[in-house]
């Protein structure tokens, strides 16, 4: 048989292997702790369980979505102008996505042909490269530098580079790295993207799980961004329902729509009971919010302070449900230690090279288990002797 060249980018994805190590172990009946995968565990609250329940059994919700109704994007612009103060037109500035993946996937197939430049951070998820690398496009990576806050310098990318990108994407609060962005970042992302005629897609996933009291925005509500570029943001963490597949692509017009009009090619939109399940969430109590973000942050203090009680300085991250740590010494290879750190203790993260080039050296956690099993698994660790 004969396959796809572009096939030839593409090995099994970081989050399969680790998935498929830990049943291995798991069928073993050994203990295994999996912070590996960003799979929230926290269902979301009754009353959107309970929207999605009655659109499910509404016989006449079995027909083709084809395109997304009304009530959708009168609920996303209300959730925008609420938690923003952004102001969108339901009928031009939004589309929906099958959750963020969908649309990182494939918004470089509406805006770079074979050979055009697209920008994406390093250390970054790993979607972020893959979607341009589908569309044929030159990936050149932005490096968030530890020394630098993990905030992409844009003094460090060639003119010549710039001038040739067609899209630049970025994420603040970040996966992996964890961090934020300041306001004055985001009006340097804006001049540089004016200057170099760049599209830019940030993508928001994280805005709600911020710790500490602080809080973060949306990049459109700084002035000029709805001249350069778009926002995804997702149901997935906010509010639990990451299976159901529920993300926006939300700013620019022209953008929103080319994307709109590449995916009535390519789905027949999102279920129905799913888009009540949407309005229910953006339209309803959000005290959910606020109780998921307590959640993850407790979990935040019990993984980052018993790491460190035991010997692995870990630093509490600032926002998202991960947490980006360096790997202890004296190893040096952030697969070596996670395999070690997997075949000792069953402890089960993600290395950091699945990352990018630049995120040699580090793992990531996810904040996906309690915090019951979280303190065993660290026990675990300390015990495996792998931290000497």
């Given at each position: 048989?004969?396959?796809?060249?572009?096939?030839?980018l593409?090995g099994?994805?970081i989050f399969?292997?680790m998935?498929q190590?830990?049943k291995?172990?798991?069928?073993a009946g050994?203990?295994?702790?999996?912070?590996s995968?960003?799979a929230?565990?926290?269902?979301?609250?009754?009353?959107?369980?309970n929207?999605?329940?009655?659109?499910v059994?509404?016989?006449?919700?079995?027909?083709?979505?084809?395109?997304d109704?009304?009530?959708l994007?009168?609920?996303?612009?209300r959730?925008?102008?609420r938690r923003?103060?952004v102001?969108?037109?339901?009928a031009?500035?939004?589309?929906?996505?099958?959750?963020?993946?969908?649309?990182?996937?494939?918004l470089?197939?509406?805006i770079?042909?074979?050979?055009?430049i697209?920008?994406v951070p390093?250390?970054?998820y790993?979607?972020?490269?893959?979607g341009?690398?589908?569309?044929g496009a030159?990936?050149?990576?932005?490096e968030q530098k530890a020394d630098?806050?993990y905030?992409?310098?844009?003094?460090d990318?060639?003119?010549?580079?710039?001038?040739?990108?067609?899209?630049?994407?970025?994420s603040?609060p970040?996966?992996?790295?964890?961090?934020?962005?300041?306001?004055?970042?985001?009006h340097?992302?804006?001049?540089?993207?004016?200057k170099?005629?760049?599209?830019?897609?940030h993508d928001?996933?994280?805005s709600?799980?911020?710790?500490?009291?602080?809080t973060?925005g949306?990049?459109l509500?700084y002035?000029?961004?709805?001249?350069v570029?778009?926002?995804?943001?997702?149901?997935s963490?906010?509010?639990?329902m990451?299976?159901?597949?529920?993300?926006?692509?939300v700013g620019n017009?022209?953008?929103?729509?080319?994307?709109?009009?590449?995916?009535s090619?390519?789905?027949?939109?999102?279920?129905l009971?799913l888009?009540?399940?949407?309005i229910?969430?953006?339209?309803?109590d959000q005290?959910c919010?606020?109780?998921?973000?307590?959640?993850?942050e407790?979990?935040?203090?019990?993984?980052?302070?018993?790491l460190t009680?035991?010997?692995?300085n870990?630093p509490r991250c600032?926002?998202?449900?991960?947490?980006?740590?360096?790997?202890?010494?004296?190893?040096?290879?952030?697969?070596?230690?996670?395999?070690d750190?997997?075949n000792?203790a069953?402890?089960?993260?993600?290395p950091?090279?699945?990352?990018?080039?630049?995120g040699?050296?580090?793992?990531?956690?996810?904040?996906?288990?309690?915090?019951?099993?979280?303190?065993?698994?660290?026990?675990?660790v300390k015990?495996?002797?792998?931290?000497?």
């Open positions: 048989m004969k396959f796809a060249n572009r096939m030839n593409f099994e994805g399969s292997t998935a190590l830990r291995k172990r798991q069928d050994l203990p295994v702790l999996d912070l995968i960003g929230p565990n926290i269902p979301p609250a009754s009353h959107i369980i929207a999605i329940a009655e659109g059994t509404d016989r006449s919700n079995y027909v083709y979505a084809i395109s109704r009304t009530e994007h009168e609920a996303v612009a959730w925008y102008k923003y103060g102001t969108l037109d339901p031009k500035q939004i589309t929906s996505l099958l959750g963020s993946q969908d649309g990182l996937a494939h470089a197939l509406a770079a042909d074979p050979g055009d697209v920008m390093d250390p970054c790993p979607i972020f490269a893959d341009p690398r589908i569309a030159e990936i050149y990576f932005m630098n806050h905030l992409i310098d844009f003094s990318i060639p003119d010549e580079v710039a001038d040739k990108a067609k899209l630049m994407v970025v603040y970040n996966n992996p790295t964890t961090v934020m962005a300041p306001e004055s970042w985001y340097e992302l804006i001049a540089f993207a004016k170099h005629d760049i599209i830019v897609l928001n996933a994280y709600e799980l911020v710790f500490d009291g602080k973060t949306s990049f509500q002035d000029g961004a709805f001249d570029g778009i926002e995804f943001n997702s149901l963490k906010t509010y639990g990451a299976g159901a597949r529920i993300g926006f692509c017009t022209e953008v929103v729509q080319k994307l709109a009009l590449l995916k090619n390519i789905d027949y939109g999102m279920f009971p888009q009540k399940g949407a229910a969430a953006l339209d309803g005290s919010v606020a109780e998921t973000r307590d959640a993850y407790r979990r935040r203090n019990c993984l980052c302070d018993g009680e035991i010997g692995w870990v600032e926002s998202t449900m991960f947490v980006w740590a360096k790997i202890p010494a004296p190893y040096t290879s952030s697969v070596d230690f996670t395999m750190l997997l000792k069953g402890f089960v993260v993600t950091g090279s699945a990352f990018g080039p630049h040699e050296g580090y793992v990531r956690m996810a904040l996906v288990q309690d915090e019951e099993a979280m303190k065993e698994g660290i026990k675990r015990e495996s002797g792998i931290l000497g």
